[in-house]
């Protein structure tokens, strides 16, 4: 599962000197903002994913429980994931042409799973999806399709 994500978040509102809080945005921060660690981010067991071709590896239930927790937190938080996306979609605008395999295609599918994105009365579906869809459109062609 997502130890560390649920550890941090459960000690948060016990701890009043809000290091707990700190240390959470700074870990998602971080994570949420380098291309390799999105992509190694949410993993089947390995013994569960196939390795033909056409799994993802993505554990997508994993995902959207991570999300929903995610979306349950203070808004500065929420506000982090985001601002991390946006600085991996400006690296993304620029290295999208090389992702060809499932494996570099996997920060695509986790953050079109984002919920920020279904909410069309934030500014943060504005600032994630144009250059979410940019990026995309510069993918190779088979590699759009399989987005």
Do not use: W
Not at 88 to 111: D, G, H, I, P, V
Not at 114 to 136: K, V
Request: glycine fraction near 4%; aromatic fraction near 4%; proline fraction near 5%.
């Amino acid at each position: 599962d997502y130890p560390l994500l649920k550890d941090l978040v459960s000690i948060i509102p016990t701890d009043s000197s809000g290091e707990a809080e700190r240390s959470l945005i700074r870990t998602l921060g971080n994570l949420l903002s380098i291309s390799d660690s999105v992509n190694l981010s949410f993993l089947k067991n390995p013994e569960l994913c196939e390795l033909d071709g056409y799994d993802t590896g993505i554990d997508f239930e994993q995902v959207e429980r991570s999300y929903e927790l995610i979306q349950s937190l203070p808004e500065k938080v929420k506000d982090v994931v985001s601002n991390a996306f946006a600085r991996l979609l400006t690296e993304l605008r620029l290295t999208a042409k090389n992702c060809e395999s499932l494996t570099s295609l996997r920060q695509f599918m986790l953050m079109l799973r984002n919920p920020q994105l279904d909410d069309i009365s934030t500014e943060t579906r504005t600032e994630l999806l144009g250059p979410l869809l940019l990026a995309i459109t510069k993918l190779p062609m088979h590699s759009q399709t399989v987005v």
